[in-house]
Nanobody, 124 residues
Framework: QVQLVESGGGLVKAGDSLRLSCTAS????????MGWFRQAPGKDREFVAA????????AYADSVKGRFTISRDNAKSTVYLQMNSLKPEDTAVYSC?????????????????WGQGTQVTVAS
């Protein structure tokens, strides 16, 4: 069983940056593909970014490509989401997820483990 705990959310202004962290316990962190999803009020949960465990290759949603960067530190069992040039439409609860596979999956139903989420609010 993998437990995920996010941190780093907050209230920022448009154009600011934030870095989210997600620390895992249990399981073999390096073997998991890690991802970030977000859910805004009244909207479905959407894929943001993912990073493979072994090669560290990444994938991004078009809406964040070029602004957000996902990375991981396997020694610390932690995945990060660096968010730059934030926009009001990035406001959401951001959740970390883990998948016991080296394949990406943008559909949340394919991810096995979830954190509790951290709120990111971007004021205009």
């Amino acid at each position: 069983q993998v437990q995920l705990v996010e941190s780093g959310g907050g209230l920022v202004k448009a154009g600011d940056s934030l870095r989210l962290s997600c620390t895992a316990s249990g399981g073999t962190f390096a073997s998991y593909t890690m991802g970030w999803f977000r859910q805004a009020p009244g909207k479905d949960r959407e894929f943001v970014a993912a990073i493979r465990g072994t090669r560290g290759t990444t994938a991004y949603a078009d809406s964040v490509k070029g602004r957000f960067t996902i990375s991981r530190d396997n020694a610390k069992s932690t995945v990060y989401l660096q968010m730059n040039s934030l926009k009001p439409e990035d406001t959401a609860v951001y959740s970390c997820a883990a998948r016991d596979s080296q394949l990406y999956a943008s559909d949340a139903k394919w991810w096995s483990y979830w954190g509790q989420g951290t709120q990111v609010t971007v004021a205009s």
